[in-house]
């Protein structure tokens, strides 16, 4: 399996103003020091959680469809949850040629974490051919906006840049008690699921 962001979100969970009010800045000249740490704290929550925070569209490829006459084992499971949409799936028939499956061949259920895609009632996946990433998934991932967000990872954010932004000599660095502190807030949300993994 493989996984790449193609379209990168437009926006960050938290704005610099919120930041610099959280970490008491009141000078303008930290501006893009104060953004490049809310990049790296985004990254470190949705790295840890294995999820998005806000829209962005991904690329999943596999090297063959799923072969089982079972619904579990025919899934394509999709990853970085929460799913908005499908885009497009995408696969190399047996001649060669790539072809796009109508959406009306399969089914996509984005209330369940992780997302799935399965093939419609009667239907099975087609025969791709066996070639590496004969299977293109296009899916757009995260929270519509960032009203959307829980609250539980603001406030681990603003942990985060607090700490990073008193600490900058050692970037990227927190104490025992921050990671725990910040990994709570970050299990009242999301727990026990396959897509939340530790450090």
């Not at 072969?67 to 949850?81: C, F, G, M, N, Y």
């Not at 296009?138 to 539980?152: E, V």
């Not at 000599?169 to 725990?180: I, P």
């Amino acid at each position: 399996m493989g996984l790449v962001q193609t379209v990168a979100p437009t926006l960050e969970p938290v704005l610099i103003a919120q930041t610099k009010l959280w970490c008491r800045i009141d000078e303008s000249d930290d501006d893009q020091v104060v953004e490049d740490l809310i990049k790296r704290a985004r990254a470190y929550i949705e790295t840890w959680t294995n999820r998005q925070l806000l829209t962005a569209t991904w690329r999943l490829t596999l090297d063959r469809f799923p072969r089982a006459d079972d619904v579990e084992e025919s899934t394509i499971w999709l990853p970085k949850p929460p799913l908005q949409s499908v885009s497009s799936i995408q696969y190399v028939d047996a001649a060669g040629d790539t072809q796009t499956l109508d959406a009306a061949n399969y089914r996509v259920d984005a209330d369940d974490e992780p997302a799935r895609i399965t093939p419609a009632y009667g239907l099975s996946w087609p025969t791709a051919r066996q070639v590496t990433k004969a299977v293109t998934v296009i899916f757009i991932a995260g929270h519509a906006s960032r009203d959307l967000i829980p609250q539980p990872a603001i406030g681990a954010m603003q942990m985060l840049l607090a700490h990073w932004f008193e600490n900058r000599a050692a970037l990227g660095t927190m104490t025992k008690e921050l990671e725990l502190g910040v990994k709570d807030l970050l299990f009242s949300i999301w727990h026990g699921g396959d897509f939340l993994e530790a450090c």
